[in-house]
């Protein structure tokens, strides 16, 4: 996705990181690589959009995704290094490089992964998730296209990244956003997403719940590689997650053979009711773990 043509900032200096290529780009921001110059390392610099400098709902949300992001050191979270401002036109964050693939890649690819690379992969992403959850921060937009897998000595690392819609449960924590109707994306958001939870007095009563129940959405689609609801468009994907229960792993992909504790879990995950969900998790963690010691993939009859 690198672009050069008539983009000012190319070749450009910002403080000690010379902007070498655009590797990026979403509705508010632009992603380009960048080198520091200070430390010759390769960096990933965000960029709030230009015709979005002006809206203040804008530059509250990028400066809130760096308030989030600060937070949170965790080998499967993207880092921030730095958040900054040039006069009152440039916003940019600062992360680390990642160079891998998003399992979306990775999905289109090999269209689904074997049980054991699924679990291995959710493992992580829960070992990274629990940390932020520890900080008060939920994701809200958990799905394959914000993991990255970044090759490591010993295995690939799952990264999870994009902290821009991400909500804090802090108390006196402002809204990130404040104009969204729908936070998420439509094929992933938990049902009290689209619901809006509510506590007695009125305020926003969405929790850790909601990320595990978007990761159980990409978990399915990890093990079948199809999503658990079909729609032809985000209206009716909402609808579903309201009313319809996910189908059976095998139902989705006849080809798999998934070994039924698993299956059950994944299901548990995708509960209507955040009540019935594995509570934190550190809890889905540990379910996943005791799967170690049985067949993840069950015996063709």
Known sequence: MSSTENDPLIGKRLREYIILELVGRGGMAKVYTARHGL???????????????EREDCIARFRREAQVMVRLRHENLVMLHEFGTVGNELFFLVME?????????????????????AVAIVQQVAKGLAEAHKHGIVHRDISPDNILMVPGPHRDIAK????????????????????????????????????????????????ARADIYSLGVTFYELLTGAKPFEAKNSKAYLIKHLTEEPRPLSETN????????????????????????????????????????????????
């Open 254 to 301: 006849p080809l798999i053979r998934v070994e039924p504790a698993l299956e059950t879990i994944v299901l548990r995950m995708l509960a209507k009711e955040r009540d019935q969900r594995p509570s934190s998790m550190e809890v889905l963690q540990q379910e996943l773990a005791e799967l170690a010691f049985e067949p993840l993939v069950a015996p063709s009859l």
């Open 160 to 207: 999870v990244i994009d902290f821009g819609i991400a909500k804090s449960l802090a108390p006196g924590a402002g809204k990130i956003t404040q104009t969204m109707k729908l936070v998420g994306k439509a094929e992933y958001v938990a049902p009290e997403q689209i619901s809006g939870p509510t506590n007695e007095d009125g305020s926003d009563a969405l929790d």
């Open 39 to 53: 430390l010759d390392e390769i960096r990933a610099i965000k960029f709030l959009r230009p015709e979005l400098r």
């Open 97 to 117: 490089y990642l160079e891998g693939e998003s399992l979306r890649k990775r999905l289109r690819r090999n269209s689904w992964l074997p049980p054991g690379d």
